[in-house]
């Protein structure tokens, strides 16, 4: 019998060939060849403080023979050596019983897509609705959009199989530490991701990978069982009693169910008005806006780098900043795209948002960022869930008017915004926004205190990455759909919604952030389904 060790902090050099690695680990286990079975990379990520000596530093979990192992020697506990147990994510297959409803999935998204992969595979026959269009007839609509035709509000980056991550750059990284994680990574793979997400410590997809891994999905969960129904919107529930017993999609078709998950996207602004109607308590949850800001990418490449920047053994840079504000305001950087293009990300007609997307490669040469700043309570006259919905709406009308009516975005340069002064003509970097921008002063779709905290934070920023504050940069409005603003209430225990038999789930119903987490949340969900269906 075999056991797992961890070990941490194995730092190789970027003369260094990866192929070592094994030589450095039995080094540090000061153990024969023979006692080593194998080991697996589990965390690879640079670190480039030093920019004179810049690392890859590794985590690997060493499978050993059994042998007893004195984790009190200095060389392993200077690489925190510890045993770990092999995660093994089981699903329970639920027997079948022909009188049982069929539980309902609404949404695609991760949490969606995951938590219907996990009814199917235990044999429930999940029902999944997606209000609009498969990811093919998507691409088409989004395409046109971005060449100028008009916004189709049923069928674009927010709405539509496959989340609005799948125009985006396909982040993975999460702060949550839950051993799903490793489950969705290698469902993820299988799928047709790249298998470095296993390990990378700012793992991605990549906008055109995921385009694959979405329809390969699609079909695995179909071959268990399940029926995915695009086109298919709830537009109503049919509640007695506090308990779901219908619902109804589409205007006059309803299902019957007595599991449905709510794994609705952020952006799914009317069906938030609806459940509202029902009678789900739902609260404000925080949430930020800002602008996305573009730069050349080889100068976040050699302020990270230095003169290392031209190693093809380094990927493009990216970088992640928080900073506080005097009045008590946490801006923070958010979705950092080291390479490809700012996106138009509106859902509805006449209000404008923005997104960053990346490909796999990050080869654009223009990297962009989101700047995000939070908005409080204290920022609106109103307790009301949905007032939060209403204040986006009303900035994004303004950016909407500001870029000329036509989803071109409000842009200025960054020496312009700083010197307050309205941007007439680009620089040194052209933008990569798709349809188009209006040069303008962003300030007049922008609160004040958003304004005045992007100008420290720029300011800020340059302190820390050499020309962040080049007077080149563009700074484009306006993004505001960084996450839910509002949150579905759930009990901690059943999972349900104050409602019988709603599971709230994801990130539009407030208990994800990210593409990891709102997948982690729709297995979480789907695991009390089935528990509650074994008993």
């Given at each position: 019998m075999s056991i797992l060790l961890r070990l941490e902090e194995i730092k190789l050099t970027l003369q260094d060939d990866e192929?070592?690695?094994?030589?450095?680990?039995?080094?540090?286990?000061?153990?024969?060849?023979?006692?080593?079975?194998?080991?697996?990379?589990?965390?690879?990520?640079?670190?480039?403080?030093?920019?004179?000596?810049?690392?890859?530093?590794?985590?690997?979990?060493?499978?050993?023979?059994?042998?007893?192992?004195?984790?009190?020697?200095?060389?392993?506990?200077?690489?925190?050596?510890?045993?770990?147990?092999?995660?093994?994510?089981?699903?329970?297959?639920?027997?079948?019983?022909?009188?049982?409803?069929?539980?309902?999935?609404?949404?695609?998204?991760p949490a969606g897509l995951f938590a219907g992969l996990a009814l199917a595979q235990a044999g429930m026959n999940p029902i999944i609705i997606e209000r609009w269009k498969a990811l093919e007839g998507r691409l088409v609509d989004v395409g046109l959009f971005m060449k100028g035709w008009a916004l189709n509000s049923d069928s674009n980056i927010q709405f539509g199989e496959g989340w609005a991550g799948t125009f985006s750059d396909g982040k993975l990284y999460t702060l949550i530490n839950d051993p799903r994680s490793q489950y969705v990574f290698e469902k993820l793979v299988e799928a047709g991701a790249p298998e470095e997400i296993l390990y990378m410590a700012k793992a991605h997809v990549g906008t055109d990978k995921l385009k694959l891994v979405v329809r390969n999905l699609r079909k695995k969960i179909i071959s268990l069982g399940a029926d995915i129904r695009f086109s298919t919107c709830m537009t109503d529930m049919i509640i007695e009693n506090n308990v779901l017993k219908w619902i109804v999609v589409n205007g006059n078709e309803t299902i019957e169910t007595d599991k449905l998950i709510l794994a609705i996207g952020h952006s799914a602004r009317d069906t938030y008005e609806m459940v509202h109607t029902k009678w789900l308590k739902m609260v404000p949850k925080e949430f930020s806006m800002g602008v996305r800001i573009e730069h050349d990418a080889n100068m976040i490449n050699r302020s990270q780098y230095w003169d290392a920047c031209v190693n093809p053994k380094l990927w493009t840079a990216s970088y992640k900043f928080v900073t506080h504000g005097t009045d008590t305001r946490t801006m923070y950087s958010f979705c950092m795209c080291p390479g490809w293009h700012v996106v138009a990300a509106s859902s509805e007609d006449g209000k404008l948002c923005i997104n960053g997307?990346?490909?796999?490669?990050?080869?654009?040469?223009?990297?962009?960022?989101?700047?995000m700043i939070p908005i409080t309570p204290a920022d609106f006259d109103s307790d009301h869930p949905l007032a939060w919905i209403e204040f986006?709406?009303?900035?994004?009308?303004?950016?909407?008017?500001?870029?000329?009516?036509?989803?071109?975005?409000?842009?200025?340069?960054?020496?312009?915004?700083?010197?307050?002064?309205?941007?007439?003509?680009?620089?040194?970097?052209?933008?990569?926004?798709?349809?188009?921008?209006?040069?303008?002063?962003?300030?007049?779709?922008?609160?004040?205190?958003?304004?005045?905290?992007?100008?420290?934070?720029?300011?800020?920023?340059?302190?820390?990455?050499?020309?962040?504050?080049?007077?080149?940069a563009i700074l484009i409005a306006l993004e505001a759909r960084s996450s839910a603003v509002v949150r579905i209430t759930r009990d901690k225990e059943t999972l349900e919604s104050n409602i019988a038999w709603i599971y709230p789930s994801g990130e539009g119903a407030g208990y994800a952030w990210g593409i990891t987490s709102s997948a982690i949340d729709g297995l979480i969900v789907a695991e009390k389904i089935i528990e509650e269906s074994l008993k």
């Open positions: 192929k070592i690695l094994g030589d450095r680990i039995q080094k540090i286990l000061g153990m024969n060849k023979d006692d080593i079975i194998g080991y697996t990379v589990i965390k690879k990520s640079i670190d480039s403080r030093d920019k004179s000596n810049i690392l890859f530093i590794y985590s690997v979990d060493v499978e050993l023979k059994q042998k007893n192992i004195n984790l009190t020697k200095p060389n392993l506990l200077k690489h925190k050596a510890k045993y770990v147990e092999q995660f093994v994510y089981n699903i329970p297959n639920v027997p079948e019983d022909l009188s049982r409803k069929r539980p309902v999935v609404v949404g695609t998204g997307m990346s490909e796999y490669k990050h080869n654009s040469g223009i990297s962009n960022s989101a700047i986006q709406r009303k900035w994004e009308e303004k950016a909407f008017v500001l870029g000329g009516s036509n989803y071109h975005a409000p842009a200025q340069l960054v020496g312009d915004f700083l010197a307050w002064v309205p941007s007439t003509k680009l620089g040194s970097i052209q933008t990569t926004y798709r349809p188009g921008i209006k040069l303008t002063s962003i300030e007049d779709c922008l609160p004040d205190f958003v304004t005045a905290a992007l100008k420290r934070w720029i300011r800020d920023v340059d302190k820390k990455i050499k020309w962040y504050a080049s007077p080149d």
